[in-house]
């Protein structure tokens, strides 16, 4: 059985906050990939026959991930993401990111690769996420 710790949202990012004055921007990549490992976890919690993106949203908000998550033909809207971060320039979310395009990628069997065009921490009412052109 898998184990769980808890992370506070200010912890969260405080981590952000260290990785970016270390390696600057380029720490968001890492991040997304972080998020898509996350998610391929979360997947194997699904059990057979379940719809994969329903089951998800219930355990991203069990998970504290979100107060909610709305998945679109296109990507996906997020109520209270743990990763934004009022006040901030850019988006935040970039874990959730990795999460959500990983999740959208197994539903869709196609690549999916979303962006955050919108997000709480730049003044946002929600994050959203939608998919990349190619």
């Not at 391929?40 to 089951?55: A, F, K, N, Q, S």
Request: contains cysteine.
């Amino acid at each position: 059985m898998a184990r769980f710790v808890k992370i506070s949202q200010g912890e969260f990012t405080s981590v952000r906050k260290l990785y970016e004055s270390v390696m600057s921007y380029a720490c968001h990549g890492l991040f997304v990939r972080e998020g898509s490992v996350l998610a391929d976890e979360i997947v194997r919690e699904v059990e057979e026959g379940e719809d994969l993106l329903p089951t998800a949203r219930k355990i991203l908000i069990a998970r504290g991930w979100v107060e909610d998550v709305t998945f679109t033909d296109r990507g996906a809207r997020v109520r209270g993401s743990v990763e934004s971060s009022p006040g901030n320039e850019a988006e935040t979310c970039h874990r959730l990111r990795g999460i959500l395009s990983r999740l959208m990628e197994i539903a869709t069997k196609e690549r999916s690769r979303l962006s955050e065009v919108e997000c709480v921490s730049t003044g946002a009412r929600e994050c959203v996420f939608a998919q990349e052109e190619t």
